[in-house]
């Protein structure tokens, strides 16, 4: 039974990454088919981060109450339902309307499940579920780019991705009695997944060492996402690298973080949270460097693989080692307050990065990675420092 909770946490995740890639496979038909100017995908986009940031905050007292399981299938149904309305939207207004539960439904997603996770199983079993949000993040694109070239046009990708999201919300309905006697045996072992009482914001903000653990989470996916956004764009006007092969190769930098996650789970459980943090934190500059060095362009692109080589451990082990840190107890709260930190890196810190190239150069972009990469460190270690004074 406990494997077949597993099984289904996992295309729990799949599903929460499905969606995520399928807006930049799509907008260069979309916008066009419903007359919208090709820039306003970052307005949906924003939206959807609007409304994650909002349902992680209220993570903490939506699974008090309904339990992780609970949680997890509804908001699942809710992303295949805006997922759906996307489907049959004929106007860019209409596509704003639905991504505001699509960001409600994807945020609960996250915050229930990684917690659930961090409580309840090993950090190999947390690798390996954020290897498969990549893997469903990594299958959408070519859902859709099946549905445009064979001529069944963007609308039916969206739709066929919901119908996907629709039988795995049934399932995870199916399931709720597997979560409900998980739930009971930790409730035996009194390690239960939900507090009697929510913290809420002002309590965890009172924790110490917390500022320094959301810094460096936000820090990540501040790193993360631009890499993913502007990474061919700096190997086409920096390095002078054609533009499909600048395509290609910065999709290699998802496939790194999938195929590092898979890896990393297999030694996770021997080395450790902390380690597999700085070991990803040492990587990341490290490639970042062969960015950075102007030797040849070959060495840009090898170092852009080991930079998501690098990332794949940090984001799962921050959140694996939030019950450790902070307690059990605390565990729900901190990591819905972890994924709101993390969506306003990835909404802010490319757009900043935007900004920055607009009125310097693009040339920055590894100089860019690579200040907030050590800033990472610094805060990740400030956190190590923390702990283990309040642990003497």
Not at 85 to 103: A, H, R
Not at 161 to 173: E, G, H
Request: net charge neutral; glycine share 8%.
């Amino acid at each position: 039974m406990v494997s077949i909770l597993i099984a289904i946490i996992y295309l729990a995740f799949i599903s929460l990454g499905l969606p995520d890639s399928m807006l930049g496979a799509a907008w260069p038909v979309m916008h066009g088919d419903i007359n919208s100017d090709l820039s306003y995908a970052g307005i949906i986009t924003m939206i959807v981060s609007v409304g994650t940031i909002l349902s992680s905050l209220l993570s903490d007292r939506m699974t008090r109450k309904f339990g992780a399981g609970t949680v997890t299938a509804a908001s699942t149904l809710t992303t295949a339902v805006a997922i759906f309305g996307f489907s049959v939207s004929s106007s860019f207004i209409e596509l704003c309307l639905w991504s505001i539960p699509y960001g409600l439904g994807a945020g609960a997603i996250d915050a229930a499940l990684n917690n659930f996770v961090a409580l309840h199983y090993n950090s190999r079993t947390m690798s390996w579920l954020h290897c498969f949000w990549g893997l469903g993040a990594t299958i959408s694109p070519y859902i859709m780019g099946y549905c445009i070239t064979g001529g069944f046009g963007w609308r039916n990708g969206y739709f066929s991705v919901s119908i996907i999201q629709v039988a795995i919300a049934a399932l995870l309905f199916f399931s709720l009695p597997l979560w409900k006697r998980k739930a009971a045996e930790n409730a035996e072992t009194n390690e239960s997944d939900v507090p009697e009482k929510p913290l809420g914001i002002s309590g965890v903000i009172k924790l110490k060492g917390i500022f320094p653990l959301l810094i460096a989470f936000f820090a990540y996916c501040a790193v993360e996402q631009t890499a993913m956004l502007w990474s061919a764009s700096y190997l086409v006007e920096n390095r002078g690298i054609d533009a499909d092969a600048a395509a290609k190769f910065s999709s290699f930098f998802l496939i790194g973080i999938t195929a590092g996650r898979f890896l990393s789970g297999i030694i996770a459980d021997r080395l450790g949270d902390k380690a597999l943090i700085r070991i990803g934190i040492y990587t990341v500059i490290f490639g970042t460097l062969l960015v950075l060095i102007p030797i040849t362009s070959t060495v840009a692109l090898i170092g852009l693989i080991i930079i998501g080589f690098g990332c794949a451990p940090i984001y799962p082990a921050i959140i694996h080692s939030t019950p450790d840190n902070f307690g059990k107890e605390n565990s729900q709260a901190i990591i819905g307050i972890q994924m709101a930190a993390a969506y306003t890196g990835i909404t802010f810190m490319p757009t900043l990065f935007g900004f920055i190239a607009s009125i310097t150069n693009i040339a920055v972009f590894p100089l860019y990675l690579l200040i907030i990469t050590l800033f990472m460190l610094i805060m990740i270690e400030r956190l190590n420092s923390i702990m283990k004074a309040k642990n003497k």
